[in-house]
């Protein structure tokens, strides 16, 4: 990721990417799992975002959009974890 992120929707995105870069179209293979996996998780503040040097600063209101996203969805799988499903 460019930047710190903190919204499943971002994750998602980039493991989608990720399995469409390394699977050839039309390709019928035999697959028993796949993972995605993250890491250097923190709890630090990210209200200073540094943008790329040559590629500008990051869209930190998309960003927001999506986390607000993220933490209401959350919401809703605790109250009923049946209520939303992956698509």
């Not at 790329?52 to 986390?67: K, N, S, T, V, Y």
Request: glycine letters at 10%; hydrophobic letters at 45%.
């Amino acid at each position: 990721f460019p930047c710190p992120v903190l919204d499943d929707i971002s994750f998602r995105r980039l493991a989608l990417e990720l399995f469409d870069r390394e699977w050839p179209e039309g390709a019928c293979m035999t697959v028993r799992l796949i993972g995605f996996g993250v890491g250097n998780l923190t709890d630090e503040d990210r209200s200073a975002v540094q943008g790329d040097l040559f590629g500008g600063a990051p869209d930190l209101d998309e960003m927001a959009r999506r986390e607000r996203l993220s933490a209401a969805l959350d919401s809703i799988r605790a109250l009923r974890p049946d209520a939303i499903s992956g698509a």
